[in-house]
C-alpha cells in the first residue's frame, strides 16, 4: 500500500500554480485620439498678424488633423467644432460656454491613446511641442487629485512629444520640444503633447499657409498611427478601478 | 478810598503777570532752542545704502532660455518687504527698452504672502491604509497633492498676488507666458532659499492662465530655472 501510494504520489504531476494576474492598467482606447483646438468664442488667444487670431488657427489645424486621423483609422473627438466651445446639451444663459475643466473632462472620458492641445503662436518658428512640468507619478490613484492628475500620465506623454518631435523633423521642420504647466494638460489622465504652431521662417503669414499646416498634420498624424500600438497605459494603484484594463481597437 | 486788601489783591495780580511773563519767555526761549537742536540732526546728505549682490533669472523671447544674472540692490530686511523688491525689480528689467523677454512697465506685484509648509497639515499613512488583501482604505478626507510638504524644516509656500493690470496686459502664448513664471520662481529660489513652493494670485482671486496659456492654478516648486548652457530646448 505504501508503495502504491508513493508510486502514486509520484507519478502525480505538481498541480500548476495559476499565473499571477496581470497588473490593472488605467483603460485607454488605442483608435482614439482628442484633439483640443484651444480658446474659441471671446476667448480669442494671441493675436497673430493683423488679422489672425489663435483661435482660427487651432481650429483649422484640427480639421486638418481629423481627417488625416481619421482616414487612418481613428475615432477623433474634438472639444470644439466651430468658433465658439459650448457645452453639450441645450444651451443655458450665461454657462454654456466650455470651461478648460471641461475640455478636460471630454478628453478624459475618451480614454484616448493621445490627447493633443492645439496652439498657435506668432513669436519663434516652426512647431513647439511641451508635455506637463509634473514629476511622475509611479501609479495611478483611483481617484487621483484633479490638478495633477496627468502625473501618473507624464511618462507616456514625454515617449509621444519624442515620437511626434521625431516625425516633425523627419518632414524637416524646425522644431522646440520642452515641458510647461499649459491649462488643461495637467488635468488630462491620457498621454498628453501641447502642439503650438509658429511661422515658418519667422513669416508670421505663413502660420495660416494650407501648405505648411498640411505638412505639419500629416507628420503628426503618421506619428500617431506608430504611437498607437506601443503606448502602455500606467498601473493603477491597488484598490483602483481593477477591471477596466486597455481596450484593444 | 482803596481798601486795604483790594491794593493787595492788585499787587498780588501784578506779580502774577510778571511771573507768568517771565515764564512764557523762558518756555519761548526752551522751545526756540529744542527746535534748533532738532534741526542740527537733520541728514545733509542722502544716506548711503548698503547694496548687496541678487541673482536675477532673466528670460530671453529669442530662443526660451532663462539665464542667471547678478544685480547690486539695496533690499529690505523684512522677507515679504525683500520679495516684493526682487519681482519689482526683475519686472523694470523686463520693461526696458531693449528688453529680451519685453513687459508693459508697471508694478506687477500687488502683496506677497509667505505661508509654512505644510499648508494643509495633515498626510495620509498609505502604509496603514493599506488592507490584508492588497486593498487601500479610503479617507474622507482627500489625501495632501504630492509635494506638498517642506523638503527642509523652515520651508514656506509664497503666494504672490499679481495685479490684474499686469496680466490683463502681458502677452499671450505658451513660451512667454511660462518664461515670466519660471522667471519669477528662478529668481526667488536664487535669493530667498526657504521658499520652496510658489502659487499665483490675480487680484486676491485665484486665475486659471497667465494670458490664456501658463497655468496659475498650480504649485510650482521652487528651483533653479536656468537654462544649463548645454542643453535645453532643441
Known sequence: MIALAMGLGLAQ??????????????PLNRNVIVLDAAHGGVDSGSRIGDSTLEKDVTLALAFRLRS????????????????????????????????????????????????????ATGAGDGVHLYSSELDSAPAQAAVPPWLTAQAAWVTQSTQLEARIGAALQRAKLPLVSSRASVRPV?????????????????????????????????????????WAQQVQPPPLLPGGHAAETAVQP | ????????????????????????????????????????????????????????????DDNGSIHAEQRQMALPVEVNARVRALLDQLIAEYALPGSAHPLQQGSAVSE???????????????????????????SPVAADPPGTAPINPGGELAVIDLRSTFV?????????????????????????????????????????????????LRTYPSRDTATPNTGGGQ
Not at chain 1, 488625416?68 to 443655458?92: I, S, W, Y
Not at chain 2, 512764557?24 to 545733509?44: H, T, V, W, Y
Not at chain 2, 509654512?116 to 493599506?130: D, E
Request: charged fraction near 15%.
Open chain 2, 112 to 138: 506677497v504672502f509667505l505661508l509654512p509648509l505644510p499648508v494643509g497639515g495633515y498626510s495620509v499613512n498609505s502604509a496603514a491604509a493599506q488592507r490584508d488583501d492588497g486593498t487601500v482604505a479610503s
Open chain 2, 168 to 216: 490683463n496686459q502681458h502677452p499671450s502664448g505658451v513660451e512667454v507666458e511660462s518664461l515670466t513664471l519660471l522667471s519669477i520662481v528662478g529668481t526667488l529660489h536664487a535669493n530667498i532659499p526657504q521658499i520652496e513652493q510658489v502659487r499665483f494670485l490675480v487680484d486676491g482671486q485665484p486665475r486659471e492662465t497667465l494670458a490664456g496659456h501658463a497655468d496659475l
Open chain 1, 186 to 226: 495637467d488635468s488630462l489622465t491620457c498621454p498628453a503633447v501641447v502642439v503650438e504652431l509658429a511661422p515658418q521662417n519667422d513669416d508670421r503669414n505663413s502660420i495660416t499657409d494650407g501648405d505648411y499646416q498640411q505638412r505639419i498634420a500629416e507628420a503628426i498624424a503618421g506619428a500617431l498611427v506608430f
Open chain 1, 13 to 26: 504531476t505538481p498541480s500548476p500554480t495559476p499565473a499571477p494576474p496581470p497588473p490593472a492598467t488605467a
Open chain 2, 1 to 60: 478810598m482803596i481798601y486795604k486788601h483790594q491794593r493787595i489783591v492788585f499787587w498780588v495780580m501784578v506779580g502774577c503777570i510778571v511771573l507768568m511773563a517771565t515764564l512764557l519767555f523762558f518756555e519761548r526761549q526752551r522751545g526756540r532752542e529744542r527746535i534748533l537742536s532738532l534741526a542740527n540732526q537733520m541728514p545733509l546728505d542722502a544716506p548711503a545704502a548698503s547694496t548687496e549682490p541678487v541673482t536675477l533669472d532673466l528670460a530671453n
Open chain 1, 68 to 119: 488625416l486621423l481619421t482616414a487612418r483609422g481613428f475615432t477623433v473627438v474634438m472639444t470644439r467644432e466651430n468658433d465658439a466651445a459650448q457645452k453639450p446639451g441645450p444651451p443655458v444663459a450665461g454657462s454654456s460656454a466650455l470651461t478648460l475643466d471641461d475640455r478636460a473632462g471630454i478628453a478624459n472620458h475618451a480614454h484616448a491613446a493621445a490627447c493633443l492641445l492645439l496652439h
